[in-house]
């Protein structure tokens, strides 16, 4: 069991967790919320925590389908790894793969707005009211765009490979988290999504840079393999604090309707603490090779976790 845990890589199935938690909070404070009481129902708590679980199960199916694909690569940049390590077999990591895929999307097809309350009506709701599921199923896509050849394997180009990752991470998710308690047909939840698809634009190469060895060896053309370490840190630098101003701006324009005054502050703190992180990449760009987790990648996740539940408090208070 801890080497299936260790395989799905638990600590990043926090962030979608709670992208999908912060992002129904953001729907049910806003001015967007179908039902005018804003009651927290039975039915509304467990909808998230649905939504919620099968996101991080998603997440674990995505993880362990890209350690497959990387299995080779991972001999020489990550050998302890479960597979590489001869821990679990491949057949073994396949089987987990389709059950984690299985239980993290088909009970999605139930995730439907107010008034659908009871499981009969969200089960034989009209197609088009299963936004969540249609999001959920294309993060599903996204799995397989990103890691297998037969898909186009974008992992292995230096733009593609950002876009897969940014779009259902940080886009969908928020708007998947907001379909649990509203409709996706306005325009505050794509906004409070692409916050965080920028941010992710530039911050996922930095998982990138310890692992070029392995990566050039593998036919792998990451960022900083195609521009350099230095070139390539400086490209994804902006990335860490320019997203976040896109918050006060969105309050001040009235597209955001969660607290005005916290939506300003979070966002100059988020872009606060960007700018440290790009200091730390800056500095000393030849650093991030040195290291599988480099500061910068730790404060990527704490940033974006921070944020999701920032989002949330601005929308409740």
């Given at each position: 069991?801890?080497?299936?845990?260790?395989?799905?890589?638990?600590?990043?199935?926090l962030p979608?967790?709670?992208?999908?938690?912060?992002?129904?909070?953001?729907a049910w404070?806003?001015?967007?919320?179908?039902?005018?009481?804003r009651?927290?129902?039975?039915?509304?708590?467990?909808t998230v925590?649905?939504?919620s679980?099968c996101?991080?199960l998603?997440?674990?199916?995505?993880?362990?389908?890209?350690q497959?694909?990387d299995?080779?690569?991972d001999?020489?940049?990550?050998?302890?790894r479960?597979?590489?390590?001869?821990?679990?077999t491949?057949?073994q990591?396949?089987?987990f793969?389709?059950i984690m895929?299985?239980i993290?999307l088909?009970?999605?097809w139930?995730?439907v707005?107010?008034?659908?309350?009871?499981?009969?009506?969200?089960?034989?709701?009209?197609?088009?009211?299963?936004e969540c599921?249609?999001?959920?199923f294309?993060?599903?896509?996204?799995?397989?765009?990103?890691?297998v050849?037969?898909f186009?394997?974008?992992?292995?180009?230096?733009?593609?490979?950002?876009?897969?990752?940014?779009?259902p991470?940080?886009?969908?998710?928020?708007?998947?988290g907001w379909?649990?308690v509203?409709r996706a047909?306005?325009?505050?939840?794509w906004?409070?999504?692409?916050?965080?698809m920028?941010?992710l634009?530039?911050?996922?190469?930095?998982k990138?840079?310890?692992?070029?060895?392995g990566?050039?060896?593998?036919?792998?053309?990451?960022?900083p393999?195609?521009?350099g370490?230095?070139?390539?840190?400086y490209?994804?630098?902006?990335f860490?604090?320019?997203?976040?101003?896109?918050?006060?701006?969105?309050?001040q324009?009235g597209?955001?309707?969660g607290?005005?005054?916290?939506?300003?502050?979070?966002?100059?703190?988020?872009?606060?603490?960007?700018a440290?992180?790009?200091?730390?990449i800056?500095?000393?760009?030849?650093?991030?090779?040195?290291?599988?987790?480099?500061?910068?990648w730790?404060?990527?996740?704490?940033?974006?976790m921070?944020?999701q539940?920032?989002?949330?408090v601005?929308?409740v208070?």
């Open positions: 069991m801890n080497r299936y845990v260790t395989l799905a890589r638990p600590f990043t199935l979608p967790l709670l992208g999908i938690i912060s992002g129904a909070v953001c404070g806003s001015a967007h919320n179908p039902d005018p009481t009651a927290i129902t039975s039915s509304v708590v467990l925590i649905l939504g679980a996101a991080a998603l997440n674990a199916a995505n993880n362990t389908l890209n497959i694909y299995v080779e690569i001999r020489i940049n990550k050998p302890k479960p597979l590489p390590a001869g821990e679990l491949l057949r990591a396949w089987i793969t389709w895929f299985a993290g088909l009970p999605t139930l995730v707005p107010y008034p659908f309350t009871t499981w009969r009506a969200k089960l034989f709701a009209p197609f088009a009211l299963h599921f249609l999001i959920y294309a993060a599903f896509i996204s799995t397989f765009v990103y890691s050849p037969a186009g394997r974008t992992k292995a180009h230096p733009i593609g490979a950002n876009l897969t990752i940014a779009i991470r940080g886009l969908l998710l928020k708007v998947a379909t649990m509203a047909t306005t325009l505050e939840p906004f409070i999504g692409a916050i965080f920028f941010f634009l530039g911050a996922a190469s930095t990138d840079f310890s692992d070029i060895k990566d050039r060896a593998g036919g792998v053309r990451t960022l393999i195609a521009l370490v230095r070139r390539a840190a490209t994804i630098a902006p860490f604090f320019l997203p976040w101003l896109l918050m006060p701006l969105g309050a324009l597209i955001l309707t607290n005005r005054v916290a939506l300003i502050v979070l966002g100059v703190l988020l872009a606060a603490w960007g440290y992180t790009l200091w730390l800056v500095r000393n760009p030849d650093e991030l090779t040195a290291t599988e987790n480099h500061p910068s730790r404060h990527m996740y704490l940033m974006m921070a944020a539940i920032g989002f949330a601005a929308y208070v």
